[in-house]
DNA sequence: CTGTTAGCGCATTCAG
DNA sequence: CTGAATGCGCTAACAG
C-alpha cells in the first residue's frame, strides 16, 4: 500500500500472457534452459524486450538462488588506500554482471558474533572482508556457516582461510635494506596499528634487513603508530628530538610518512638531504608531493580484483578449498631518499 | 540445490514452533504490532534470540515492503572526493539501520535508460546518485516510476528534482575576489569537466568576480581541464608561454591544482611569490603539500549526510516534495598564496 | 489478543 | 517441448 510508489512492475507472468505461453516457459527463456523451442524462445524474448522486463531479484533470492550480490565489508571509505581495494573489486564483479554491498565495520563491530552471517542472510551471496581487525570473530561464523568468503589484506594468525594480501614483510624488508644501501646506519621506523597483522609484517621486514646486514635495533628507533598523519608527525618529532637522531625515517604508510615530511621541515630540516623520508602504499599524493615519496607500492586494486576472482571461484565451486595468496609490493624510488649527507650516520 | 552452503536458515515457522504460538503472532512481534500480550511478546522475543533468528529481507522485500536498502551510483570509488560523500552517506545510513547497495557508473551508463529502475527494482527503497553526468537519463525515468530518489553535488539543467549541491558558484566568486583583492589582475582559471554542473558553476563565479571588480576577461585565461593532474599541467604551463603570464592561477579542483603546482616548479618559479595558486576541494592533501594550498572548501560529508536525509524524508513521506539544497562552500586561505610580488601584474 | 490464509514473483518438479 | 502446480519466508487481511 505505501508502495504506489515503486516502480511499476512487469512479471513474469504478464510476459507470458503477452507472448501466450505459460510462465513456466518464460521462466525457462530468462534461465537459458534447453528446453524451449527456438521459434518460442525468439517470441518471448521479444516481449520481455518489449515490455522492458527485469527479474525480480527478490524473489529468485527467495528460491534460494544466487542473488548475484556480493558484499564488503571495509573499515570506512575515506582513504584512497580502501578505494584502490573497492576499485578492484568494483571492477572485477562488473565484468561478472555482480553486483555489491558494502557494509562498513563501525555499524557491526558492535559485539555479535554472528551478526555478518545473519544479517547477510540471502542478501548477497559471499563476502569480501576488507582489512578486518578482528577477524576471528567472522570467519568462525563464517566458516561454520559454510558461508563464501575471502578476506583482503590480513595475515591470519588464526586458522587459514581464503585471503589476498600483499607481501608487506618483503615490501618492509626491501625498503629498509635499501635505506641500509644508500649507507643509513640509523632508521627510524613508524609502524601502523600494531592490531593489524600488515602492521606486524613491515615491522618484521625493518628488523630483518636490519639483523640480516648487522645493524643493531635500537628500540627508541620504533615508534608505535596508528597510520594517521598526526601519528608520523608525533613520531619524526621524538626521533628527532633524540640525542643521535636517525638519517632515514620509514612510516608503515604514506600519510605518515606525510606527517614526518612536515615534522622534518618543522625542524628546518632537508629533505633528503638531512633525512630521508620513506612510505609505504603509494598513494597517488605520493608522487605529487615535493620533493616525491620513495614507497613500497602495494598492488590495491589487483588486490581487489583477486579477491573477487577467489570468491566467485568459491561461489562456482565450493569445494576446491583456496588458499591465502600475496600480491608482490614494490619499492618504488623517488627524491625523498638519497644517501646520507651529514656525518651522523 | 547448489546452496547447501547458505547460513542455516531459522524461519518464522520454526520459531513459531519453539515458542508454541502461530506464525502470525511471530511476525507481529517481528514487526512490533500492538496486539500482542506482553508475556507472548515476551517469550516469542526469547525464542527469537535463542534460535538466533534473523529475518530473510528478500521475502519481506518480496511482500513490496521497503528492504532498509537504499543505493548510491557513484562515478568510481578512487578519488577522496567520492570517498568524502560516500563517508557521509555511510554515516547518515547507519543511523538509521539502513544498508547501502553500490553502483558504479561504468557499468549501467552503457546507454538503457531505463535501467537504473529496473537494475534496482525491489531491492533499494531509493537512490542517491552521485555526481551524474547525463543526468536526465536517469531523473526522468526514475521520476517517471516515481522512484525516490535525490541527486548530489549536480546543478539540473533540466527539469528539477531532490537535490543537494554546493554553492559552487559563490567559491567561485569568493577565491576570484580574494585573489584580485590581494591585487591579482591577470587571473588563470583552469575548468573542470564542462559537461558537469559544479564545473560550468565554478567558471561562473570566475567571470563574475572578474566583472564585479572591472577586469577584463581574457580568452586566454581560460583553460578547459577535466579534473585531472595532467591537466593542471598543461593549463599551467600554456598560462606561463604567455606573452603576460598570469600572476595567479585558479584550479578548479585540488588535484589539478597540484599539476599546476608542478608545471610552475619546473619552471623554476615560485609559489606564491611569482604565481599564485588556488584550487577547490579542499583534500586532505591540500594542507599538507608544501607550500599548503589555497582552496575552496566543500562539504562533502555534510552533502552526503544531508542527501541520505532528505532520501529517508522523501521514503516516509513521498507527497512532501523537497527541493534543491545548497550547502555553503568556504575558502581556505593557506599559503600557496600572496599578492603578486612581481611587476608583471 | 491470536490463529489461519492468501499471495508477493519466481524456479522447479511433474504431467502431459 | 510446454503447462500446471507447489512452495521459498514473510506480511496483511480476515476470522475467531
Known amino acids: 500500500m505505501e508502495n504506489k510508489l515503486l516502480t511499476s512492475k512487469v512479471t513474469i507472468v ?88 558494502l557494509f562498513t565495520h563501525h555499524r557491526i563491530a558492535i559485539k555479535e558474533a554472528s551478526y555478518v552471517a545473519d544479517m547477510v542472510q540471502g542478501m548477497v551471496d559471499g563476502l569480501l572482508l576488507v582489512l578486518p581487525r578482528n577477524i576471528a570473530d567472522y570467519t568462525d561464523t563464517l566458516t561454520r556457516h559454510k558461508f563464501p568468503f575471502v578476506v583482503i589484506d590480513h595475515q591470519g594468525s588464526g586458522d587459514p582461510c581464503p585471503a589476498v594480501g600483499a607481501t608487506n614483510w618483503q615490501g618492509g624488508y626491501n625498503a629498509t635494506e635499501y635505506l641500509i644501501k644508500q649507507g643509513h646506519k640509523r632508521i627510524g621506523f613508524i609502524t601502523g596499528s600494531m592490531d593489524l597483522g600488515c602492521s606486524q609484517d613491515r615491522l618484521k621486514g625493518y628488523r630483518s634487513a636490519l639483523r640480516t646486514h648487522h645493524i643493531p635495533e635500537m628500540p627508541e628507533l620504533v615508534y608505535e603508530g596508528d597510520f594517521n598523519q598526526p601519528d608520523g608527525y608525533a613520531g619524526a618529532s621524538a626521533f628527532l628530538e633524540l640525542p643521535f637522531p636517525p638519517t632515514a625515517i620509514f612510516a608503515s604508510n604514506d600519510v605518515m610518512a606525510m606527517g614526518v615530511m612536515d615534522a622534518v621541515r618543522n625542524r628546518n630540516l632537508r629533505i633528503p638531504d638531512d633525512i630521508s623520508v620513506v612510505g609505504f602504499d603509494n598513494i597517488p599524493q605520493s608522487a605529487m608531493i615535493n620533493p616525491s615519496l620513495t614507497t613500497v607500492q602495494q598492488p590495491l586494486e589487483q588486490m581487489g580484483r583477486v579477491a573477487t576472482q577467489m570468491l566467485l571461484g568459491i561461489l562456482k565451486n565450493p569445494k576446491k578449498d583456496v588458499n591465502r595468496i600475496e600480491l608482490p609490493t614494490e619499492l618504488i624510488i623517488r627524491s625523498s631518499t638519497s644517501a646520507p649527507k651529514n656525518g651522523t650516520g
Chains 1, 2 share one sequence.
Not at 550480490?69 to 575515506?78: K, M, R, T
Open 14 to 101: 504478464e510476459v507470458a500472457k503477452k507472448a501466450q505461453v505459460s510462465l513456466g516457459t518464460v521462466s525457462r527463456v530468462i534461465n537459458n534452459d534447453v528446453h524451449v523451442a527456438p521459434e518460442t524462445r525468439e517470441r518471448v524474448s521479444a516481449v520481455m524486450q518489449e515490455m522492458q522486463y527485469v527479474a525480480n531479484r527478490q524473489a529468485r533470492g527467495l528460491k534460494g538462488m544466487k542473488t548475484n550480490v556480493i558484499g564488503a565489508l571495509v573499515p570506512d571509505l575515506a582513504t584512497s588506500y580502501i578505494g584502490g581495494i573497492m576499485h578492484g573489486i568494483d571492477t572485477e564483479l562488473s565484468l561478472h554482471k555482480f553486483d555489491l554491498m
